[in-house]
C-alpha cells in the first residue's frame, strides 16, 4: 500500500512538473502568436427574450496553436494576464470585434442599429491609462458608435473599486458605451454598491440558471432569479442569463422576466458569418 501511494505521489508530481513546463512554453509563445496571428475570436449570439430576436453577440478569443490546436481562454488569457500581454491581446480583440460589428450593421441595412458587439475586459485593461482613449480610437477607426459597444466586466473586478478606479468605465458610459457586470452573483458585491457602478446590465452567472434546464425546477433558484431581476429593473438594469442550454430554461427566464439570452439552446460561439444569417433572418 505504501509503494502504490508512493507511485501516486510520483505520477502527481510528474504531472504537475509537466503543467509548470506545458505553462511556460505556452506563456513564452504568446506574443509571437499575437504577431503570428494565431488568435481568432468566434462570436455567440444575444437574444431578446422577449422575442427570439438576436441583439449582437460576444467576442470569445481563442488560440489556434501550431501544435496543441485550438486553445480555449481558460488556458491562456490567465497567462495573457500575467505577463502583460493581455493589453495588446484585448486591444486587437477590441479592434476586430468592432470592426466586426460594422460589417454586421452594414448588411443589416436600416434594421443593423440594435446590433451590438459585447467584448471581455480583463482587470489589467481597466487599470490600464489608455483605457478610454484607446476604446475611442478603436470605435472611430471602426466607424462605430459607442451605444453598438458593450464592454463585460467582471463583478470580482469591481469589488472595492474606489471613484478613482470607477472614472474611465463612468468615462466610457458617459459616451453611451454600455458597461456589463459580468458572473454577476459569484462575488459579494452588496447591492448598494450596485447602485454606484456605471453599469447598465448585470449578466447573470450561469451557475443560477443551472437549476432550471429540465423539471424538476429547482424552486429556490426560480427565487433567487425572481429577486435579481426585481433588483435590477428596480435600478434600471437590464439582466442577461448565461449558459441557456434547454427549451424550458429559455421559457422559464423569459417568464421571469430575463431580458436577454445567450447559449447554447441558442447557438454555440462560432464563425462571424453566422451572425449575419440569424441578424439577416430577423431583419426580414
Ligand atoms: P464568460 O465571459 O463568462 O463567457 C461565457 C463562457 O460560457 C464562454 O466560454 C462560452 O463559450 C460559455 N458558454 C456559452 N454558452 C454556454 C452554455 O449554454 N453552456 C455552457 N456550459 N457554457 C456556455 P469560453 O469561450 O471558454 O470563455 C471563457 C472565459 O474566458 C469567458 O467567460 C471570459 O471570462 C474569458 N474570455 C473570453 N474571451 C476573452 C477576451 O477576449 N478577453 C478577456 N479578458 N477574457 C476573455
Ligand atoms: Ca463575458
Ligand atoms: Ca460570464
Ligand atoms: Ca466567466
Same mark, same amino acid.
Given at each position: 500500500?505504501?509503494?502504490?501511494?508512493?507511485?501516486?505521489?510520483?505520477?502527481?508530481?510528474?504531472?504537475?512538473?509537466?503543467?509548470?513546463?506545458?505553462?511556460?512554453?505556452?506563456?513564452?509563445?504568446?506574443?509571437?502568436? /499575437?504577431?503570428?496571428g494565431?488568435?481568432?475570436?468566434?462570436?455567440?449570439?444575444?437574444?431578446?427574450?422577449?422575442?427570439?430576436?438576436?441583439?449582437?453577440?460576444?467576442?470569445?478569443?481563442?488560440?489556434?496553436?501550431?501544435?496543441?490546436g485550438?486553445?480555449?481562454?481558460?488556458?491562456?488569457?490567465?497567462?495573457?494576464?500575467?505577463?502583460?500581454?493581455?493589453?495588446?491581446?484585448?486591444?486587437?480583440?477590441?479592434?476586430?470585434?468592432?470592426?466586426?460589428?460594422?460589417?454586421?450593421?452594414?448588411?443589416?441595412?436600416?434594421?443593423?442599429?440594435?446590433?451590438?458587439?459585447?467584448?471581455?475586459?480583463?482587470?489589467?485593461?481597466?487599470?490600464?491609462?489608455?483605457?478610454?482613449?484607446?476604446?475611442?480610437?478603436? /470605435?472611430?477607426?471602426?466607424g462605430?458608435?459607442?451605444?453598438?459597444?458593450?464592454?463585460?466586466?467582471?463583478?470580482?473586478?469591481?469589488?472595492?473599486?474606489?471613484?478613482?478606479?470607477?472614472?474611465?468605465?463612468?468615462?466610457?458610459?458617459?459616451?453611451g458605451v454600455?458597461?456589463?457586470?459580468?458572473?454577476?452573483?459569484?462575488?459579494?458585491?452588496?447591492?448598494?454598491?450596485?447602485?454606484?457602478?456605471?453599469?447598465?446590465?448585470?449578466?447573470?452567472?450561469r451557475?443560477?440558471?443551472?437549476?432550471?434546464?429540465?423539471?424538476?425546477?429547482?424552486?429556490?433558484?426560480?427565487?433567487?432569479?425572481?429577486?435579481?431581476?426585481?433588483?435590477?429593473?428596480?435600478?434600471?438594469?437590464?439582466?442577461?442569463?448565461?449558459?441557456?442550454?434547454?427549451?424550458?430554461?429559455?421559457?422559464?427566464?423569459?417568464?421571469?422576466?430575463?431580458?436577454?439570452?445567450?447559449?447554447?439552446?441558442?447557438?454555440?460561439?462560432?464563425?462571424?458569418?453566422?451572425?449575419?444569417?440569424?441578424?439577416?433572418?430577423?431583419?426580414?
Amino acid at each position: 500500500a505504501k509503494a502504490a501511494g508512493g507511485n501516486r505521489y510520483e505520477l502527481a508530481d510528474a504531472d504537475s512538473n509537466a503543467r509548470v513546463i506545458a505553462r511556460h512554453s505556452l506563456t513564452n509563445g504568446l506574443p509571437a502568436a /499575437l504577431e503570428r496571428g494565431e488568435f481568432f475570436i468566434e462570436y455567440q449570439p444575444l437574444v431578446r427574450l422577449a422575442d427570439g430576436t438576436v441583439r449582437g453577440a460576444e467576442a470569445l478569443v481563442r488560440w489556434l496553436h501550431p501544435t496543441h490546436g485550438v486553445l480555449g481562454p481558460d488556458q491562456f488569457i490567465p497567462l495573457a494576464e500575467d505577463t502583460g500581454l493581455i493589453v495588446p491581446l484585448g486591444r486587437w480583440v477590441l479592434e476586430q470585434a468592432a470592426r466586426q460589428a460594422r460589417d454586421w450593421r452594414d448588411a443589416a441595412g436600416g434594421d443593423g442599429d440594435r446590433l451590438r458587439v459585447n467584448v471581455n475586459l480583463s482587470p489589467c485593461q481597466l487599470s490600464h491609462p489608455s483605457l478610454v482613449s484607446d476604446t475611442v480610437a478603436v /470605435l472611430e477607426d471602426a466607424g462605430l458608435c459607442p451605444s453598438a459597444l458593450c464592454l463585460e466586466v467582471t463583478e470580482n473586478d469591481l469589488i472595492g473599486a474606489d471613484e478613482d478606479a470607477l472614472r474611465p468605465l463612468r468615462q466610457l458610459a458617459d459616451l453611451g458605451v454600455d458597461i456589463a457586470l459580468d458572473d454577476f452573483g459569484t462575488g459579494y458585491s452588496n447591492l448598494s454598491y450596485l447602485r454606484r457602478l456605471p453599469v447598465s446590465t448585470l449578466k447573470l452567472d450561469r451557475s443560477f440558471t443551472r437549476g432550471m434546464q429540465r423539471a424538476p425546477i429547482d424552486p429556490v433558484d426560480v427565487k433567487i432569479v425572481e429577486g435579481i431581476v426585481s433588483l435590477a429593473h428596480t435600478l434600471d438594469l437590464a439582466v442577461t442569463v448565461e449558459g441557456v442550454e434547454t427549451a424550458v430554461q429559455a421559457e422559464y427566464l423569459r417568464g421571469l422576466g430575463c431580458d436577454t439570452a445567450q447559449g447554447w439552446y441558442y447557438a454555440r460561439p462560432g464563425p462571424p458569418e453566422r451572425l449575419h444569417t440569424l441578424a439577416l433572418a430577423d431583419a426580414s
